[in-house]
Every structure is written in structure tokens, then in C-alpha cells.
């Protein structure tokens, strides 16, 4: 069965303190491993998408990289509008499993 | 408009009752799901379906039906609500492929009492 793990459950951060979550992951044939933001009351939105380990992506100051058995969030000089949790996903044939997220709160 | 529509946003209901939870989508996409969120536990897919006739359930659909009534509707049921039902229910999009993200609405907060 697929299993996804994300740490810290809850990270709080002054602004410009960079940090990264860590999101490991047992799947049998991986198709991509996905990175979304949600907000309070919202639903979840897409950051990004990798495929194979060694890869790398990169969105304003969010880095996601892949190895063969996690994957890291990293946030570089984060600022208060980054705040909001962040979840991995996992996706084999036919559906995404998820993670419980990292909840991060940047402080000014 | 969004993309992916959920109706109602909220909703309180009592146990035993039937619910019915609507979902609809502009992104021309076969794929929809139905996802429950809570505290802890992530997301857990509930049902989903690859195209209208198609229907299929996922880790945790004891207690729920589904029904596609068209490309770009996807409804979900309690058939009869109990308390730990109460959670956050998301509906979802993707394309066919493997190489996409779903787009997710913005969700129905359902308590039952």
C-alpha cells in the first residue's frame, strides 16, 4: 500500500528563516510525486510536479527535489504570505495519495 | 467562474439523515474524484470515476454512493449521515495521463450531529 509521510507536522518560521519540509514515500511505481499549497478554507492548489530523482523545480522561493525515496520543500527567505500548509502527493496508476501535510506559519 | 465548483460550501445536518454534495467542473477533463480531508489524516480518496461510465471506489467508500451525470458532474451521497462524517470534502479534476495535477474545488465543510 502507498504510504506518504510529511515532516515536521507544523513549522513555524521568522520571516527571511529558510527551512524545508520533508515529504517520504513508499509507492510501487511511481508516476510523479506532486507538491501542493492549501489555505485555510480552500482547497488545494498545484506547486509542482517530479518525476525522477535528481530532479529539481522551482517557484519564486519554493525549491522541490526528488530522491528515490523523499522528496524536500525547501522555502528560502520565507515571508508571511508563504504561510499555509503544504502537501505531497504520490501518484501510481490511477489515483494520488497524500500526505497529512506540513502546516507553516511565517511571522514577520 | 471557477474551475471546479462545490455546492454547498457548508452544510449541518443530523444523523441519519441523506446528503447529497454536488460537484461540477469547466475544465473539460474526464477524470473527477471525491476526497475527504481531516485533521491529521490527510486526504482519502472516496470514489472516482475516468469518464461517465465509469465508477470506482477508492480506500474509503463505506457509507457513500456516487453518481456521474455527466462529463462535468459528479455528485456524492451520504446515505445515511453519521457523525464521523463530519469532515472537509473536496472534489477534483484531472486529465487522462500521467503527467497532470488535479485541480481541486474549494471544498464542503459538512457537520453532522
Known amino acids: 500500500e502507498d504510504q506518504v509521510t510529511q515532516s515536521p507536522e507544523a513549522l513555524r518560521l521568522q520571516e527571511g528563516e529558510s527551512s524545508s519540509l520533508n515529504c517520504s514515500y513508499t509507492v510501487s511505481g511511481l508516476r510523479g510525486l506532486f507538491w501542493y499549497r492549501q489555505d485555510p478554507g480552500k482547497g488545494p492548489e498545484f506547486l509542482f510536479t517530479?518525476?525522477?530523482a535528481g530532479e529539481e523545480k522551482e517557484k519564486e522561493r519554493l525549491k522541490a527535489t526528488l530522491t528515490k525515496k523523499e522528496s524536500f520543500l525547501h522555502i528560502t527567505a520565507p515571508k508571511p504570505e508563504d504561510s499555509a500548509t503544504y502537501l505531497c502527493a504520490v501518484l501510481n496508476d490511477y489515483k494520488l495519495s497524500f500526505g497529512a501535510g506540513t502546516t507553516v506559519t511565517v511571522r514577520a | 467562474d471557477a474551475d471546479v465548483t462545490q455546492t454547498p460550501r457548508n452544510r449541518i445536518t443530523k444523523t441519519g439523515k441523506r446528503i447529497m454534495l454536488e460537484c461540477s467542473q469547466t475544465?473539460?477533463?474526464?477524470?473527477m474524484y471525491w476526497y475527504r480531508q481531516d485533521p491529521g489524516l490527510g486526504l482519502r480518496l472516496i470514489y472516482y470515476s475516468f469518464d461517465v461510465k465509469d465508477i470506482n471506489k477508492g480506500e474509503i467508500s463505506d457509507g457513500y454512493s456516487v453518481s456521474r451525470q455527466a462529463q462535468a458532474k459528479f455528485s456524492l451521497s451520504l446515505e445515511s449521515a453519521i457523525p464521523n462524517q463530519t469532515a472537509l470534502y473536496f472534489c477534483a479534476t484531472s486529465e487522462a495521463g500521467y503527467n497532470y495535477g488535479y485541480t481541486f474545488g474549494s471544498g464542503t465543510r459538512l457537520t453532522v450531529v
Open positions: 475544465k473539460g477533463h474526464d477524470r
Open positions: 517530479l518525476y525522477s
